[in-house]
């Protein structure tokens, strides 16, 4: 399976503040996706990152605050932007490749102070 | 769209003994579905996956999970449980066509007490 790395692994930020996560794969892979965690919570799907078109981006996530990039099959950034405390989350990015299941990150641990 | 109830949200289990960590999943369409374990302060990992084929998947740490198609359901159990199994539980449910992106379910903290 693929190994997928996260960084950074964890952060505190100030508000109002946009911090920009890395996903890297060791591997080509054909879809990438941004999950966040809130605390004691299950996972959502932020988005879909798909290489050389924009991001797909799920009901109650918009572009302007979560900036998605794809530059290539084996890469993704996020970007968490104006943050609040709402924001503080776990950030995980999973990859899949044709009917493998989703591999995931360490994750992302955000906090908002 | 498809939906993912975990029913228990948490189950204390005393070690040695059998634990059943229930799933079902609503879907108008085939599905593929998982469980992720999440040790604390780490990320997700695959525990096991129905694809398709024999409707009684295993892992390798003893955990197993039957597809039962007309319940919808996709419970994970273990025979005799350990300390180490002590995590939050995810079922997962995507379909078989479109983005493949994940639906979880709610999860379900295992807490094995000595």
């Known amino acids: 399976s693929a190994v997928i790395s996260q960084k950074p692994s964890r952060d505190i930020c100030q508000r109002g503040t946009s911090l920009t996560i890395q996903c890297q794969v060791d591997?080509?892979?054909?879809?990438m996706f941004w999950y966040r965690q809130q605390p004691g919570q299950s996972l959502t799907l932020i988005a879909t990152?798909?290489?050389?078109?924009?991001?797909?981006?799920e009901s109650g996530f918009v572009i302007d605050k979560f900036p998605i990039s794809r530059p290539n099959l084996t890469f993704s950034t996020l970007t968490v932007s104006n943050m609040s405390p709402e924001d503080s989350s776990i950030y995980l990015c999973s990859v899949s490749t044709g009917d493998q299941p989703q591999h995931f990150g360490d994750g992302t641990r955000l906090s908002i102070l | 769209a498809q939906s993912v109830t975990q029913l228990d949200s948490q189950v204390p289990v005393f070690e040695e003994a059998p634990v059943e960590l229930r799933c079902n999943y609503s879907?108008?369409?085939?599905?593929?579905l998982f469980w992720y374990v999440q040790y604390p302060n780490q990320g997700l990992q695959l525990l096991l996956k129905y694809l398709s084929g024999s409707t009684l998947v295993e892992s390798i740490n003893g955990f197993e999970a039957e597809f039962n198609k007309s319940q919808t359901s996709f419970h994970l159990r273990k025979p005799s449980v350990h300390i180490s199994d002590t995590a939050e539980y995810f079922c997962a449910v995507t379909t078989d066509t479109g983005r493949r992106a994940l639906t979880f379910g709610s999860g379900t903290r295992l807490q094995v007490q000595p």
């Open positions: 990152a798909n290489q050389g078109s924009e991001a797909t981006y």
């Open positions: 879907s108008s369409v085939s599905v593929y």
């Open positions: 591997s080509q892979v054909t879809m």
